[in-house]
């Protein structure tokens, strides 16, 4: 297996698919990167670097430079996916789906189920999300969870680059709209990624490492804080079991259980506020349907309800870290103890 970036396996998953199926085309700002400068189309390769090479091999036909509207860039999305197109749109920041919102949840969440099943809409919109990188409130939001909360949609949160290979072959692939989120602090992440055919369907979560006495779940970059925050749990004699979601819709609430069952203690690691977030929905999942295997209740590690600060110091205590997560792992153990 090589290794490479989650830049490179979204890169080359792009060219492994648009090779492979003509009806895909990529759109968005900047997609062609650089197009109107002096360095000319591929100057830059895509203000995130995902892009690059896609107009040189497929032209200006499948890889399209669109104005800053993110309602047009999804609007044309759903309209090409109708008419048999396979488009992925990109979102530079997720911050900014709001204003697709009715191109979303209106119109794409519910064209099969509206048109009594006969037709489809395989459309990926790409969003950017996340804190950390010091981007302040406008542009390091994790939305995935007000997404997630959308009948209709699928979504997708890569935390390797084989799961960003495999989620987004799986996504490229279907007929339904899928939001495929990939968090700004991740691009530069290592890791093997297998070779030629490889698909990661959603709703089966990944064991990450079993433990036995708590449960941890977390997706996208928390999944690597939680990582480092079992690792220094280990040092103690605490084992954890970490589940890494990949998608949240649809989740794998079997396993999410099962663990639950086993070790009868849960944290949920979620980089969106607290109020109506993923882990305020798993922390009720698991209460309602493994009450009687809960040994504590369960401890939630967000990020705070406040827009995110721009402060570098801020923005670090505003996030979820892993001496947070240890310190919830040891909070569950310690109850009635």
């Known amino acids: 297996m090589a290794v490479m970036t989650i830049r490179d396996a979204i890169n080359a998953t792009l060219h492994q ?5 003509d009806s895909i085309i990529v759109l968005g700002e900047d997609v ?3 197009m109107g400068t002096a360095g000319g189309p591929e100057a830059i390769g895509g203000i995130w670097g995902a892009t690059g090479g896609l107009y040189a091999k497929f032209g200006a036909d499948r890889v399209i430079d669109t104005p800053i509207s993110e309602s047009a860039i999804v609007g ?4 090409a996916a109708l008419a048999g197109k396979r488009p992925v749109a990109e979102l530079m920041f997720a ?3 709001g204003v697709s919102l009715d191109q979303l949840w209106n119109q794409m969440a519910k064209f099969r189920y509206m048109f009594g099943g006969k037709t489809r809409c395989p459309a990926v919109i790409r969003l950017i999300y996340g804190a950390g990188m010091n981007t302040a409130a406008q542009h390091s939001q994790s939305v995935y969870a ?9 979504i997708a949160l890569p935390a390797t680059p084989a799961d960003a290979k495999g989620l987004l072959t799986e996504a490229l692939r279907g007929d339904d709209p899928v939001l495929f989120f990939e968090h700004k602090a991740l691009f530069g ?9 490889y ?6 979560a990944r064991m990450v490492r079993e433990g036995g006495d708590v449960t941890i779940v977390a997706c996208g970059r928390m999944v690597n804080f939680a990582q480092k925050a079992a690792d220094k749990l280990a040092e103690d004699g605490i084992g954890c079991d970490l589940i890494d979601l990949r998608s949240t819709s649809p989740m794998d609430e079997e ?5 639950v069952e086993e070790t009868g203690r849960l944290v949920v690691v979620d980089e969106s506020p607290p109020r109506c977030s993923l882990a305020a929905d798993i922390a009720a999942l698991a209460s309602l349907k493994a009450f009687t295997a809960l040994k504590a209740p369960p401890q939630m590690v967000t990020g705070l309800h406040t827009p995110i600060p721009f402060a570098r110091e801020l923005e670090r205590a505003w996030l979820p870290s892993p001496a947070k997560i240890e310190e919830a792992v040891r909070t569950t153990l310690a109850f009635r103890s």
Do not use: N, Q, Y
Not at 255 to 259: E, N, Q, R, T
């Open 199 to 204: 698909r990661v369907p959603f709703g089966h």
């Open 189 to 197: 992440a290592k890791g093997e990624v297998p070779d030629g055919e």
């Open 255 to 259: 396993a999410i259980l099962d663990s």
């Open 95 to 97: 911050d900014f789906v």
């Open 76 to 79: 044309a999305a759903a309209g």
């Open 17 to 21: 698919e648009m090779e492979r199926d």
């Open 146 to 154: 007000m997404m997630t909360s959308i009948p209709g949609l699928k």
């Open 32 to 34: 062609v990167g650089g």
